[in-house]
């Protein structure tokens, strides 16, 4: 071997290895705050839908055959006459309270569960912004004016995902030097606003008399029922997607939101940032 080509291979500097470095990612008071959503969000849904039974917002003319005005009742007599082994049960239009709800004729428990659920879902939003603010992940929060191009990047990328899953070499998502992704930002500025307006609905219903003006503010009373049952489908919409991500993104994601520290794979001095 010649002696240039020793020297080359002797001086040779060797590639960096990547480092994995431990960082606080969330505060405590978010991470509470996030797993406490789940079962009161819960509670709020299955109560409200047994209190939209009492007295549904959408509603037709009843069926000649079925009796059924109410589309959720539609949905459960579809169900029960498609899949197999429903087609003897006993009440086809109380399908979906039945699964879906605390069941039909549960007014009065279900109204008690929504108010229990609401006042807790309130002071469970106060720690929320309490823990984002103390821990100083607001800023990381606060959309930026060139979100809505990355978030359609983003977006893109996600809708790929199931079927990226089945081929042999896995792509990288767009890099965002930020710890959270334009679609995040948005997504997670969103649930915030939801809930402020789930929140005041929900007050403008449940006393339409002394809180005139806040029913007045959505339109009346019937308006602001429509309002505050379609919040509850942003959040059902939210949680679907926000779950299946997760766990498609990375353990640590999951680890992250239980104990607060995150990883970051370090090569050299530089960053990649999650």
């Known amino acids: 071997m010649p002696h240039s080509t020793q020297e080359r291979i002797a001086t040779r500097t060797p590639a960096p290895q990547p480092r994995v470095r431990v960082v606080r990612k969330h505060n405590v008071l978010v991470r509470i705050s996030h797993w406490l959503n789940i079962?009161?969000?819960?509670?709020?849904?299955?109560?409200?839908?047994?209190?939209?039974w009492a007295s549904p917002i959408y509603q037709h003319n009843p069926n000649p055959q079925t009796g059924a005005f109410d589309y959720f009742a539609d949905a459960g007599i579809w169900i029960c006459a498609h899949l197999p082994g429903l087609r003897d049960y006993a009440s086809p239009p109380d399908w979906v309270y039945n699964h879906a709800s605390l069941g039909p004729y549960m007014l009065a428990p279900a109204m008690r569960l929504h108010w229990c659920c609401a006042y807790l879902f309130m002071l469970n939003g106060l720690v929320y912004l309490a823990g984002v603010f103390a821990g100083g992940e607001w800023r990381s929060l606060l959309p930026r004016l060139n979100d809505a191009r990355g978030a359609l990047r983003i977006a893109g990328y996600y809708l790929r995902t199931p079927f990226m899953m089945f081929r042999p070499r896995r792509r990288n998502p767009p890099h965002f030097n930020t710890k959270y992704n334009p679609l995040q930002r948005l997504a997670y500025l969103s649930i915030p606003v939801a809930g402020l307006l789930s929140v005041l609905t929900g007050w403008a219903i449940h006393e339409p008399m002394q809180?005139?003006?806040?029913?007045?503010?959505?339109?009346?009373?019937?308006?602001?029922?429509?309002?505050?049952?379609?919040?509850?489908?942003?959040?059902?919409?939210?949680?679907?997607?926000h779950v299946f991500l997760v766990f498609v993104d990375s353990w640590d994601t999951v680890r992250s939101m239980i104990t607060g520290w995150s990883t970051r794979l370090e090569i050299g001095s530089r960053a990649n940032e999650p």
């Open 39 to 52: 079962p009161l969000l819960l509670g709020l849904i299955v109560s409200g839908i047994s209190i939209y």
């Open 211 to 241: 809180l005139s003006w806040l029913a007045a503010l959505f339109g009346g009373f019937d308006t602001a029922r429509m309002w505050h049952f379609w919040l509850m489908w942003i959040f059902i919409l939210f949680a679907v997607p």
